[in-house]
């Protein structure tokens, strides 16, 4: 598009700005909704491209993207008079998260706002190929007035895999992944930055000002103990072959008590082990049937066995079954590399979270319908009424 989107579009305050470019709140006036416009000004980039060359993945990109946590690409257009290029997009209304920074977060809302982020990257890093935002931190997220979080500023995304004859160094020192300093970007790049906005967020400081010990963030200085201090450390952790690669492997650690040994790279073990990762499905209260207790006892009886066996299987199936094949196949030689055998650790979790989600629902059927627990029961009592 050209000049006709300058009379479409009414600029009017500034946002914010970034090295690609300028944000003001708009007005479309053939809709009369307000709207963000991101400007690139080329004439005063003095003959430098790259910021164009970003400015045009970005509007691709966004372009391709359809998300509720990323804001909607409207519209494009240049100016040949001024040589100004102009970005339209959804304007999204709230708080930064770097508002929030100057005190300690509560644990919760911490936790709320991470697993809101992972479902952003979830979308972005499974797409094909994947996109890496590259400039996660406080002030690129903003939480809506309803609580939704949303994640801005595509100005450095990455289209991973994609050949680009090199690389610009983006990020924000402080959030940015140690292997950015040289061009390296992954999802594990993004994950990085996540964990140490969180963990800028839980200290109430930015992440540049944490205290660290060598490259690490030293974040018990900072936090108290706990599954999330844990998390944290896994995901901002300097050598990525260690960190938590994706945001599939954060929601796992996430789930249990124990995040490092669950989700980190490990080398595949000889023998299945005694007992599969738990997980969040373990403290949650089992599912309960209360229209089993109302059964025949012949229905009963019949439903009870039927549940009991299941249950037997499934059990073979966790301890056992998923195990030994995720053991086998991890010794392939293509699981050499630490990141395809991450991916593998990643399937089993999840692959054990599905089959012991439905072995608890079997017992829980089992324990609703069990006969003998009908026969122990006073009568008149509520339970089978």
């Known amino acids: ?49 790259k910021p164009f060359d970003l400015f045009e993945r970005e509007c691709r990109v ?104 090199g690389s610009t160094m983006i990020g924000t020192f402080g959030y940015m992944a140690p292997e950015q300093l040289h061009g390296e970007v992954t999802p594990a790049t993004d994950i990085y930055a996540l964990g140490a906005t969180i963990a800028a967020l839980a200290a109430g400081s930015p992440a540049d000002q944490l205290p660290r010990k060598g490259l690490q963030i030293d974040l018990a200085a900072v936090m108290p103990a706990g599954p999330l201090l844990a998390v944290l450390s896994d995901m901002t952790q300097p050598d990525p072959g260690r960190r938590l690669g994706t945001a599939a492997a954060v929601r796992a650690a996430l789930g249990g008590p124990g995040p ?3 989700a980190r790279v490990s080398a595949p073990p000889s023998s299945p082990p005694s007992s599969p990762p738990s997980t969040a499905l373990d403290q949650a209260p089992a599912p309960d049937y209360p229209a089993l207790r109302k059964l025949p006892t012949f229905l009963r009886v019949f439903v009870w066995l039927w549940a009991l066996v299941a249950t037997g299987l499934f059990l073979v199936v966790e301890f056992v079954a998923v195990p030994l094949v995720f053991a086998l196949q991890g010794t392939q030689r293509r699981y050499k590399k630490e990141r395809r055998l991450r991916r593998l650790r990643e399937k089993e979790a999840r692959a054990l979270g599905s089959v012991r989600e439905i072995r608890r629902k079997l017992q829980a059927i089992a324990t609703n319908s069990d006969p003998r627990a009908a026969a122990a029961l006073p009568p008149g009592d509520d339970r089978q009424s």
């Open 62 to 165: 966004l372009q391709s993207l359809d998300h509720p946590g990323i804001p909607r690409y409207l519209d494009q257009f240049a100016s040949e008079q001024s040589g100004d290029f102009f970005l339209v997009m959804e304007l999204v209304e709230g708080t930064p998260l770097s508002q929030r920074l100057g005190r300690p977060n509560d644990p919760a809302q911490l936790l709320d706002w991470l697993r809101q982020a992972l479902t952003i990257l979830e979308y972005l890093h499974g797409r094909a190929p994947p996109v890496i935002h590259r400039d996660i931190k406080p002030s690129n997220l903003i939480v809506r007035p309803d609580g939704r979080l949303c994640l801005l500023d595509f100005g450095g995304v990455r289209v991973a895999l994609q050949p680009e004859g």
């Open 260 to 262: 490092r040994a669950q």
């Open 1 to 49: 598009m050209t000049e006709t989107g300058l009379q479409r579009y009414q600029i009017m305050e500034p946002l914010g700005a970034g090295a690609q470019g300028e944000t003001f709140r708009a007005i479309d006036r053939e809709t009369g909704k307000p709207v963000a416009v991101k400007v690139l000004h080329l004439r005063a980039l003095g003959g430098d491209w």
